[in-house]
């Protein structure tokens, strides 16, 4: 039914690099309209669970299903067209073009399968490019950077830069949003505008897997919590368990 349309299954998942696992034996379900959270110590595999679920690796064995459709070995140029989105630890823009330029590429990627219907009917082209204007200039007022449309993307200071790759990965609408570290370099109040646009996309039906090493927040934000070391699973569930869990307090934060 439609309340599960952003439910992501991960079943026994491995992934090698050579010698390395970097990920063994991992399985998690993540349910629509929920905030997970995903951490670990760097290197422990989450990155690389994010490549799998995005179809960068294919993984040895074990299966990633989004609402039943498999994900295991999809083309990524297929991904917006599945509802999936992703943003990466290093933001990855157009630098050279502008703020809205870059906002609005992220709706013409969704909109790709339709290009041709798109060039032959002008008509709904211009009705097409003014949704993806309105939904752009949303997002950019959401995410404080309205007044910064028309600067070159480059030479936004670093957290505008990443919540312009927040706005950009949203113009697809997706039903499950992958974030990799989102909160790094954001100040407090870029962080608090983050934090309540991710729970509004939660209250909206999203699905959001968060990888993040600001713990604070992910206790406060997430509903559940995976913890990964060295490519395995150590536990997970509700923060408030998870982080007081001797296992976790040891191996990840070190206390
Ligand atoms: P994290 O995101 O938790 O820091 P990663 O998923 O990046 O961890 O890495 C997990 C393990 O896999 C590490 O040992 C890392 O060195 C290795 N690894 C990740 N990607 C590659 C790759 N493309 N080639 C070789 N080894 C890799």
């Given at each position: 039914?439609?309340?599960?349309i952003?439910?992501?299954?991960?079943?026994?998942v491995?992934?090698?690099?050579?010698?390395?696992k970097a990920?063994?034996?991992?399985?998690?379900?993540?349910d629509?309209?929920?905030?997970?959270g995903?951490?670990?110590?760097?290197?422990?595999?989450?990155?690389?669970l994010l490549?799998?679920?995005?179809g960068?690796?294919?993984?040895?064995?074990g299966?990633?299903?989004?609402?039943?459709?498999?994900?295991?070995?999809?083309?990524?140029?297929?991904l917006?067209?599945?509802?999936?989105?992703?943003?990466?630890?290093t933001?990855r823009?157009?630098?050279?073009?502008?703020?809205?330029?870059n906002?609005?590429?992220?709706?013409?990627?969704?909109?790709k399968?339709?290009?041709?219907e798109?060039l032959?009917r002008?008509?709904?082209?211009?009705?097409?490019?003014?949704r993806?204007?309105?939904?752009?200039?949303e997002?950019?007022?959401?995410?404080?950077?309205?007044?910064?449309?028309g600067?070159?993307?480059?030479?936004?200071?670093?957290?505008?830069q990443?919540?312009?790759e927040?706005?950009r990965?949203?113009?697809?609408?997706?039903?499950?949003?992958?974030l990799d570290?989102?909160?790094a370099?954001?100040?407090?109040?870029?962080?608090q505008?983050?934090?309540?646009l991710?729970?509004?996309?939660?209250?909206?039906?999203?699905t959001v897997?968060?990888?993040?090493?600001?713990?604070?927040?992910?206790?406060e934000?997430?509903?559940?919590?995976?913890?990964?070391?060295?490519?395995?699973?150590?536990?997970?569930?509700?923060?408030?368990t998870?982080?007081?869990d001797?296992?976790?307090?040891?191996t990840y934060l070190g206390?």
């Amino acid at each position: 039914g439609s309340t599960d349309i952003g439910r992501l299954t991960v079943d026994d998942v491995a992934v090698s690099f050579g010698g390395v696992k970097a990920l063994q034996g991992v399985s998690m379900t993540l349910d629509s309209g929920k905030i997970y959270g995903l951490v670990g110590p760097n290197g422990s595999g989450k990155t690389t669970l994010l490549n799998v679920i995005t179809g960068i690796y294919k993984p040895s064995t074990g299966s990633v299903h989004l609402h039943g459709e498999l994900l295991t070995g999809v083309a990524p140029s297929k991904l917006a067209a599945l509802g999936i989105a992703r943003t990466f630890q290093t933001p990855r823009l157009l630098k050279d073009l502008s703020v809205w330029e870059n906002v609005m590429l992220g709706g013409y990627t969704a909109e790709k399968s339709s290009s041709l219907e798109v060039l032959l009917r002008i008509g709904r082209a211009r009705k097409e490019s003014r949704r993806l204007g309105a939904r752009a200039y949303e997002l950019l007022d959401v995410l404080g950077l309205a007044e910064h449309a028309g600067t070159r993307a480059g030479d936004l200071p670093h957290g505008l830069q990443r919540m312009l790759e927040i706005a950009r990965a949203l113009m697809v609408q997706p039903r499950l949003l992958l974030l990799d570290e989102p909160a790094a370099g954001l100040s407090a109040d870029e962080l608090q505008v983050l934090d309540q646009l991710v729970r509004n996309l939660g209250g909206g039906g999203v699905t959001v897997l968060l990888v993040e090493h600001h713990i604070g927040w992910v206790r406060e934000l997430c509903e559940h919590v995976t913890v990964l070391d060295q490519g395995k699973v150590v536990t997970a569930g509700d923060p408030e368990t998870v982080f007081v869990d001797p296992r976790v307090r040891e191996t990840y934060l070190g206390v």
